[in-house]
């Protein structure tokens, strides 16, 4: 099946720093990529739809500036989390839309998710 | 707006034992259903979909059949082993910012002891 990887999947920072997650479609040319947020023992929460070649679109209340999406290429897009803060520490997964799709319904693959502790 | 219920866990069985987690939806139009799974440590896994009412969707013993009568995609399956334990989300799919977007429920953490 269709595989998304992403790298890191554990990071540690000090906070005010800035954090990159890479979100890499492996097997397959995503023109849709989905950043999710998940808080423990609760569920994903979408934070921005993301597509190749155009600016995402944040859901509401998600700050635009702190938390930077790029989606570069087909396979790849990034989510920067900047002067990260112990309360952005949480478990970050992406997921991606495959190009083809069937009958127009859709089906995400998701990342195994990155970690971030700020301390 | 959409959204989607399910059962509250933490639900613990025996291994073999019958399992059920309900899911109810609400929706405008003729959304996708889906149920993932999510491992210790892990992404979520897709596990099964149906796009369309009275669909059955099945994977891994799992089945669930989308009913749009009662707004449901209740997850089942005969005879649960340890190795299933894990958390297990219900979604939904729509159109929003010009592609398609999930909708989770809160999810169930299911532990099978042996």
């Known amino acids: 099946g269709a595989v998304v990887s992403q790298h890191p999947s554990w990071v540690i920072c000090k906070s005010g720093t800035s954090v990159k997650i890479e979100c890499r479609s492996l097997?397959?040319?995503?023109?849709?990529m989905f950043w999710y947020r998940q808080f423990p023992k609760q569920s994903l929460m979408l934070m921005a739809t993301?597509?190749?070649?155009?600016?995402?679109?944040?859901e509401q209340g998600v700050e635009k500036d702190k938390f930077l999406i790029n989606h570069a290429s087909l396979t790849l897009s990034t989510l920067t989390v900047t002067s990260a803060h112990p309360e952005d520490s949480s478990f970050y997964i992406c997921?991606?839309?495959?190009?083809?799709?069937?009958?127009?319904?859709?089906?995400?693959?998701f990342g195994p998710g990155t970690r971030l502790l700020v301390l | 707006g959409n959204s989607v219920t399910q059962m509250e866990g933490p639900v613990t069985l025996s291994e073999e034992a019958f399992l059920t987690i309900n899911c109810t939806y609400t929706?405008?139009?003729?959304?996708?259903l889906f149920w993932y799974v999510q491992y210790p440590g892990e992404g979520l896994q897709l596990l099964l979909k149906?796009?369309?009412?009275?669909d059955k969707g099945s994977n891994k013993g799992f089945e669930a059949t989308y009913r749009k009568e009662t707004t449901s995609f209740h997850l089942e399956k005969g005879s649960v082993q340890v190795s299933d334990s894990a958390v297990y989300f219900c979604?939904?799919?729509?159109?929003?910012?010009?592609?398609?977007?999930?909708?989770f429920g809160k999810g169930t953490k299911l532990s099978v002891i042996p």
């Open positions: 997921s991606a839309r495959e190009r083809m799709t069937l009958r127009g319904q859709e089906t995400q693959y």
């Open positions: 097997d397959f040319q995503a023109t849709t």
């Open positions: 993301s597509n190749e070649g155009s600016k995402a679109t944040y």
């Open positions: 929706a405008t139009g003729y959304p996708s």
């Open positions: 149906a796009t369309k009412a009275d």
């Open positions: 979604a939904l799919s729509h159109s929003g910012a010009g592609s398609y977007q999930l909708t």
